[in-house]
């Protein structure tokens, strides 16, 4: 295929399974879930695409967004790159207009500089600004921010004092539970972020010193919503609707945020609209043909966002979890891994689509969707 078409081809397969008279209908449904306000800021629903860093591009804020998530953010971002307009977080923090409502989020502890950054971050348009204290990345901790702030929680205060000061746009904060098992404070520091006016708060509940290991611990999640007016967000292990109808019913939380669930398939957000306005996921999961169609779009998304050297080495990621459950992926993920241009990585595509249209006789059987992560 010449690449040159490939934008052209992929707009009319953004929904393929669906037909295309019934989208304004469609999207009803995304937005008939459970809805959810911050502050000032009324969403479409209750489905929040986590902040990842190196993941959540404008690329993947897009797709999210577009499979039904109610708000998408840029990855943490030190404070000081941010005010310093380094630049790398040009590109990092640049968004388009159809990905709002859209959030930034930055990690830090001094509440000037927190402060100055919320009024830039409000002055470039973002609709939310979320505070990280839940990073246990060393790089972040040994400057005293991200869930290393947890164990300060004066200091935590002030910050976000400084940041709802300075701005007119919501402000929330993310946390764990603490900074390990002797030190539980997630209810102290969500009391906090109440008092002093943010709107909402997330909580991933495990320990700064867990990392990402073990499991969310969604007893805390029912703790801390039930200690707080403001809404509360649960966040961590949540690759399935059923995990995400299970997590809202048993911690009574406003809303979910999706973080690797979400790797390479976008739609998980669709079927959780589905299941909690439906009950059941009625769309069916997209099968190989139309996950090959999305990491093409997703391709050429990331070709907005970066130079085609850097697209091409991000999209390896991306393309392992697409295919993850695709047969024959092995072989497919090692070309991936090579892959360095934009023709190359269509020729790929080509070829795959070639080989799955000639085994399924144009009639692709429905896959089963593995668990991401
Ligand atoms: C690669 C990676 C990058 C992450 N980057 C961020 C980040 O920038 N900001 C943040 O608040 N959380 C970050 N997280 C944590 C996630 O937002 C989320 O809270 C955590 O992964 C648990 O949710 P999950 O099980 O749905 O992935 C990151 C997680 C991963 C795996």
Redesign the pocket.
């Known amino acids: 295929m010449d690449p040159a078409r490939v934008p052209t081809f992929c707009t009319k397969l953004q929904w393929p399974w669906i037909d295309r008279k019934w989208l304004p209908l469609h999207n009803l449904w995304l937005d008939s879930g459970m809805d959810m306000q911050l502050g000032t800021l009324q969403l479409r629903n209750n489905l929040v695409a986590?902040?990842?860093?190196?993941?959540?591009n404008r690329a993947y804020r897009l797709l999210c967004k577009r499979y039904g998530a109610g708000l998408v953010y840029v990855?943490?971002l030190k404070v000081e790159s941010f005010l310093h307009h380094n630049r790398k977080m040009m590109t990092l923090k640049y968004f388009r207009e159809d990905e709002r409502p859209i959030g930034i989020?930055f990690a830090g502890n001094n509440p000037l500089w927190l402060a100055d950054a919320c009024k830039m971050a409000e002055d470039e348009g973002y609709d939310i600004i979320?505070f990280?204290m839940?990073?246990p990345v060393p790089k972040i901790g040994k400057c005293g921010a991200g869930s290393a702030l947890m164990a300060y929680p004066e200091r935590a205060a002030k910050c976000f004092e400084a940041m709802v000061k300075a701005v007119k746009i919501p402000v929330t904060v993310?946390f764990r539970a603490g900074v390990n098992e002797n030190h539980l404070n997630f209810v102290q520091i969500g009391r906090l972020a109440q008092e002093h006016g943010l709107v909402g708060v997330t909580i991933?509940p495990r320990t700064r010193e867990q990392g990402?290991t073990g499991l969310?611990n969604h007893e805390r999640t029912r703790e801390l919503k039930a200690s707080l007016r403001i809404p509360v967000i649960a966040?961590?292990?949540?690759?399935e609707p059923e995990d995400a109808m299970r997590v809202l019913r048993h911690t009574g939380c406003d809303g979910i945020?999706?973080?690797?669930?979400a790797w390479g398939r976008p739609w998980l957000f669709r079927e959780i609209a589905e299941m909690q306005s439906h009950g059941r996921v009625f769309t069916p999961s997209p099968d190989p043909l139309e996950r090959l169609a999305i990491l093409r779009e997703h391709f050429e998304l990331l070709l907005e966002a970066f130079n085609e050297t850097h697209a091409c080495q991000v999209v390896r990621r991306y393309a392992t979890w697409y295919i993850r459950d695709v047969k024959g992926s092995p072989a497919i993920r090692a070309r991936m891994n090579r892959v360095s241009t934009r023709e190359e990585f269509h020729e790929i595509l080509d070829e795959t689509e070639a080989c799955f249209e000639r085994e399924l006789g144009h009639e692709p059987a429905l896959a089963t969707v593995a668990a991401a992560?």
């Open positions: 986590a902040p990842m860093c190196g993941i959540s990855e943490m989020q979320d990280n839940g990073c993310k991933h990402y969310a966040s961590g292990d949540v690759k945020m999706l973080g690797r669930g992560g």
